[in-house]
């Protein structure tokens, strides 16, 4: 299997969808399993649709998800020589035919075809053309494409390595456009040259490809190409079973890099769509690579679960290095208006702090820096729940000050120390603990929920505790009273 080449070929006509990153995951897995190479290539011969922007960012996606290619990027646009010399050859060999037929003949004849209830079949009207009649065809202005000529009978099988023998009726397959009359090459035709081109052994690509795979057989065939091993992984639908799109939400990795799961989370979920790696679901690269076999990869559709996702990317921004989770999140806190564009050193280590303090109660680092303001910002509304059940209380404003006044007094102020403070401060005044952390929580962070309380309170410093107290006091005297 040392000799094993794939390749990941994504159009860059917008940005890198899910489909298309776990295509990308399940070649580079297979690659690395195999000892084998992991080539990009750009197939980038759209030239109406195909963007530099895009190709950048499809290539920076990949960088993040941590799926380096051995090889490429290769690009299409560049290798138009070789298709045309191909080309050429199946004109000269008699295997391909210029088709003079206009656009407006071809949609007559697709109309009648439906007329009829029948799929449209090219009927191979320009297969024969004595070269008068191509010289007239020219003479009136026409642009000729390239079409491969096709059996018309028999069948052409696919030896899929997950789903079996495949076999597609030849009828059903027309004499199909190699060269488009602009002198671009076409998707099958282009990819069939490049993969010989690379040495590709084997081609794993998305399902709805599979109808793709007898036409570029064929042209294989009459090019003289040795065949890849072809794999068509499932597809991904939504969960009510339909194609994925955007009214299910995000659907592409720069969608779900700006809203904050890390790319060991997006991996793991990518890779269990359509894969089944054995009763363990959390899996790093490593463990992929290690685990990963065409054999395992489902014949049925996958079901893209957000959820699914969202509670691994919790569990690995709770595993995460502390430090590295500081440099990812520290984009959506700037983003927030909590951190300046240059933070210091002492920023970063306090907002680490921070992080730690929060980062089990939040699924994705926007989100963590929602969970953090009350980190930075002293001035915020209280939860109107919360002031209706802690606030309202009697007495509460003057438990809020003796609060304060023992915090003020304490020699050190750490964990141990502010939770013993505020026990015996509740049993010195008959009080249950809870009637004095609730409002207390409510004082410092406006909310009702968050981290453990004295971890917040000493993340945020005696002086800011105590002002907040004092704060939430005189608010609850002046405004509830």
Same mark, same amino acid.
């Given at each position: 299997m040392s000799g094993v080449r794939v390749r990941f070929?994504?159009?860059p006509t917008g940005e890198l969808h899910i489909g298309g990153a776990r295509t990308a995951l399940f070649n580079y897995l297979f690659a690395r399993a195999s000892g084998g190479t992991f080539i990009l290539r750009i197939d980038d011969t759209d030239l109406e649709r195909s963007r530099p922007e895009f190709?950048?960012?499809l290539m920076e996606a990949l960088h993040w998800l941590g799926l380096e290619w051995d090889e490429g990027p290769f690009f299409q646009a560049q290798n138009?020589?070789?298709y045309n010399r191909e080309a050429a050859r199946l004109l000269e060999e008699k295997k391909a035919y210029h088709c003079y037929c206009t656009p407006e003949e071809l949609a007559a004849g697709r109309e009648e075809a439906r007329k009829q209830g029948k799929p449209y079949r090219y009927p191979g009207t320009c297969?024969? $053309? @004595?070269q008068e009649e191509e010289r007239a065809f020219l003479a009136e202005g026409r642009s000729p494409v390239i079409r491969l000529i096709t059996p018309d009978e028999g069948e052409t099988a696919v030896d899929d390595m997950i789903r079996g023998w495949v076999v597609f009726d030849n009828s059903t397959l027309d004499d199909f456009i190699i060269v488009k009359s602009n002198g671009l090459p076409t998707y099958n035709f282009a990819s069939v040259v490049d993969d010989a081109r690379m040495r590709i052994t084997h081609v794993i690509r998305a399902e709805e490809h599979l109808s793709n795979t007898p036409r570029q057989i064929i042209c294989a065939r009459a090019l003289g190409y040795e065949l890849p091993l072809y794999a068509h992984v499932p597809m991904i639908l939504a969960p009510d079973r339909s194609? $994925? @799109?955007?009214?299910?939400?995000?659907?592409?990795?720069e969608e779900f890099r700006a809203k904050g799961y890390l790319p060991e989370a997006l991996l793991n979920y990518l890779a269990l769509l359509?894969?089944?790696?054995g009763e363990e679901e959390i899996l790093d690269l490593a463990a992929m690579i290690e685990r990963f076999s065409l054999e395992r990869v489902h014949k049925t559709a996958a079901i893209y679960d957000v959820a699914k996702l969202t509670w691994l990317n919790g569990h690995y921004l709770w595993e995460a290095d502390p430090v590295r989770l500081t440099q990812l999140a520290l984009p959506f806190f700037q983003a927030e208006g909590l951190i300046a564009e240059n933070p210091g050193e002492e920023d970063l280590q306090y907002l680490q702090k921070v992080i730690e303090t929060v980062r089990s109660r939040v699924k994705t680092l926007g989100e963590l820096a929602e969970a953090s303001t009350y980190f930075y910002r002293d001035q915020f509304e209280y939860d109107s729940k919360g002031v209706q059940k802690h606030f309202n209380k009697e007495g509460t404003a003057e438990l809020l000050r003796k609060a304060a006044e023992t915090?003020?007094?304490l020699p050190v102020?750490?964990?141990?120390?502010t939770e013993t403070a505020y026990r015996d401060l509740a049993a010195s005044l008959g009080v249950s603990s809870g009637r004095l952390i609730h409002p207390t929580r409510l004082a410092l962070s406006g909310r009702t929920m968050g981290p453990g309380l004295f971890e917040l309170m000493v993340v945020l410093g005696r002086e800011q505790a105590v002002k907040r107290l004092l704060a939430a006091a005189a608010y609850i005297e002046t405004t509830l009273n």
């Amino acid at each position: 299997m040392s000799g094993v080449r794939v390749r990941f070929a994504p159009s860059p006509t917008g940005e890198l969808h899910i489909g298309g990153a776990r295509t990308a995951l399940f070649n580079y897995l297979f690659a690395r399993a195999s000892g084998g190479t992991f080539i990009l290539r750009i197939d980038d011969t759209d030239l109406e649709r195909s963007r530099p922007e895009f190709t950048t960012a499809l290539m920076e996606a990949l960088h993040w998800l941590g799926l380096e290619w051995d090889e490429g990027p290769f690009f299409q646009a560049q290798n138009l020589d070789e298709y045309n010399r191909e080309a050429a050859r199946l004109l000269e060999e008699k295997k391909a035919y210029h088709c003079y037929c206009t656009p407006e003949e071809l949609a007559a004849g697709r109309e009648e075809a439906r007329k009829q209830g029948k799929p449209y079949r090219y009927p191979g009207t320009c297969r024969n $053309l @004595s070269q008068e009649e191509e010289r007239a065809f020219l003479a009136e202005g026409r642009s000729p494409v390239i079409r491969l000529i096709t059996p018309d009978e028999g069948e052409t099988a696919v030896d899929d390595m997950i789903r079996g023998w495949v076999v597609f009726d030849n009828s059903t397959l027309d004499d199909f456009i190699i060269v488009k009359s602009n002198g671009l090459p076409t998707y099958n035709f282009a990819s069939v040259v490049d993969d010989a081109r690379m040495r590709i052994t084997h081609v794993i690509r998305a399902e709805e490809h599979l109808s793709n795979t007898p036409r570029q057989i064929i042209c294989a065939r009459a090019l003289g190409y040795e065949l890849p091993l072809y794999a068509h992984v499932p597809m991904i639908l939504a969960p009510d079973r339909s194609k $994925l @799109s955007k009214r299910h939400g995000a659907t592409s990795v720069e969608e779900f890099r700006a809203k904050g799961y890390l790319p060991e989370a997006l991996l793991n979920y990518l890779a269990l769509l359509g894969w089944s790696p054995g009763e363990e679901e959390i899996l790093d690269l490593a463990a992929m690579i290690e685990r990963f076999s065409l054999e395992r990869v489902h014949k049925t559709a996958a079901i893209y679960d957000v959820a699914k996702l969202t509670w691994l990317n919790g569990h690995y921004l709770w595993e995460a290095d502390p430090v590295r989770l500081t440099q990812l999140a520290l984009p959506f806190f700037q983003a927030e208006g909590l951190i300046a564009e240059n933070p210091g050193e002492e920023d970063l280590q306090y907002l680490q702090k921070v992080i730690e303090t929060v980062r089990s109660r939040v699924k994705t680092l926007g989100e963590l820096a929602e969970a953090s303001t009350y980190f930075y910002r002293d001035q915020f509304e209280y939860d109107s729940k919360g002031v209706q059940k802690h606030f309202n209380k009697e007495g509460t404003a003057e438990l809020l000050r003796k609060a304060a006044e023992t915090l003020e007094k304490l020699p050190v102020f750490d964990l141990e120390s502010t939770e013993t403070a505020y026990r015996d401060l509740a049993a010195s005044l008959g009080v249950s603990s809870g009637r004095l952390i609730h409002p207390t929580r409510l004082a410092l962070s406006g909310r009702t929920m968050g981290p453990g309380l004295f971890e917040l309170m000493v993340v945020l410093g005696r002086e800011q505790a105590v002002k907040r107290l004092l704060a939430a006091a005189a608010y609850i005297e002046t405004t509830l009273n």
